[in-house]
């Protein structure tokens, strides 16, 4: 068992207090002639608790030649972490894997619990974020909104936020298509029956930045991947 030294300390009750809960609702069960077992007991958690091993948060901790892991700040509660994961792969590269945990949300801070941190870039992460749902909690529209923008830079690759204006990344209002209609309209004004358009997508938008240029009247769409197998580009000619 890998934890930081705060899930540590809060497993041993947390766990004994649910063995207990458990081994009564288990007892009632049973008295009504039904045969079930609690999933663990108090000895399993004893157990469980010799095999634990503490390791420091936001520094990588080498398991052996091949995985390395690091354990960062999730913000959700006291001790959460995400957890990140360094693989090496049979041609020596390295490939991260990051899964996220529930995030904490910045709009339901508790002075105890740290914010989480921001994980810029993975080969692959797995996001698990309940209570970071953008329309969960008591917030305004307009903190929403702040929060939606903020989520787009979370997920967004640190070599693009880095190296792009602000405008070629986020529209002023909600339209994540506004630009790509306005493109739409102009190429199919101006573009020769012989010419075509590529336009750069935001990858998760593939499908409706191609409809844009269908509903723009563009007999030929498609849309392209890059290198990386991702959907990044939209082609578009009459």
Avoid: W
Wanted: with cysteine; charged share 25%; aromatic share 10%.
């Amino acid at each position: 068992m890998i934890c930081n030294e705060a899930n540590e300390k809060l497993m041993l009750p947390i766990l004994l207090d649910g063995a207990f809960i458990m081994n009564k609702n288990v007892r009632a069960i049973n008295s009504k002639k039904k045969n079930v077992e609690p999933l663990y007991t108090e000895e399993d958690v004893y157990l469980l608790m010799n095999k634990c091993e503490t390791y420091s948060m936001n520094e990588i901790h080498q398991l052996d030649d091949i995985v390395s892991f690091q354990l960062v700040n999730a913000g959700h509660i006291l001790g959460s972490s995400q957890l990140v994961l360094y693989v090496k792969t049979p041609n020596v590269q390295k490939k991260k894997l990051h899964f996220t945990s529930d995030l904490g949300s910045e709009y339901n801070k508790q002075p105890f619990v740290p914010s989480k941190d921001i994980v810029t870039s993975s080969n692959f992460s797995l996001f698990e974020a309940t209570y970071n749902d953008l329309n969960r909690g008591f917030k305004s529209k307009k903190e929403c909104d702040k929060e939606r923008e903020e989520f787009k830079k979370f997920i967004m690759r640190g070599n693009v936020l880095d190296h792009e204006p602000h405008l070629a990344l986020f529209v002023p209002d909600d339209d994540a298509l506004k630009f790509y209609e306005a493109i739409a309209q102009i190429a199919a004004r101006t573009l020769s029956s012989q010419g075509f358009g590529i336009v750069e997508i935001n990858e998760a938008l593939g499908a409706e930045t191609e409809q844009v240029f269908i509903k723009a009247g563009f007999a030929k769409t498609a849309v392209l991947k890059d290198l990386s197998d991702r959907n990044r580009f939209v082609f578009f000619s009459h």
